[in-house]
């Protein structure tokens, strides 16, 4: 089991940037591929993006290619998610969650194979 904490969310102005961290407790973080997921107010829970648990494979949304990179440090528990260029449609509550895979450290999740969620942080961009 892992525990999941979100961090770094807050008010930034159209074409700021912020760094979103998920830290996660316990010895075996690595066994866990990790997403990130925004929802916004009245809107369906979004996939936003996402990594294996070695870091090679990546996975996100159209909307945010180019803008946003997420990396991990395994000795420190750590993914993140830089988000640059940011725009008011990127406004949502921002959740990271987690998925073992035991069998395969490339594979990346899909949007409803994740288990362990996190509270989340709020991101808001005004224009």
């Known amino acids: 089991q892992v525990q999941l904490v979100e961090s770094g969310g807050g008010l930034v102005q159209a074409g700021g940037s912020l760094r979103l961290s998920c830290a996660a407790s316990g010895r075996t973080f690595g066994w866990y591929a990790v997403g990130w997921f925004r929802q916004a107010p009245g809107k369906e829970r979004e996939y936003v993006a996402a990594?294996?648990?070695?870091?090679?494979?990546?996975y996100y949304v159209d909307s945010v290619k180019g803008r946003f990179t997420i990396s991990r440090h395994n000795a420190k528990n750590t993914v993140y998610l830089q988000m640059n260029s940011l725009n008011p449609e990127d406004t949502a509550v921002y959740y990271c969650?987690?998925?073992?895979?035991?069998?395969?450290?490339?594979?990346?999740?899909?949007?409803?194979?994740?288990?362990?969620w996190g509270q989340g942080t709020q991101v808001t961009v005004s224009s």
């Open positions: 990594i294996s648990r070695s870091g090679g494979t990546t």
């Open positions: 969650a987690a998925a073992q895979r035991l069998d395969s450290t490339t594979y990346v999740p899909t949007h409803n194979e994740y288990i362990y």
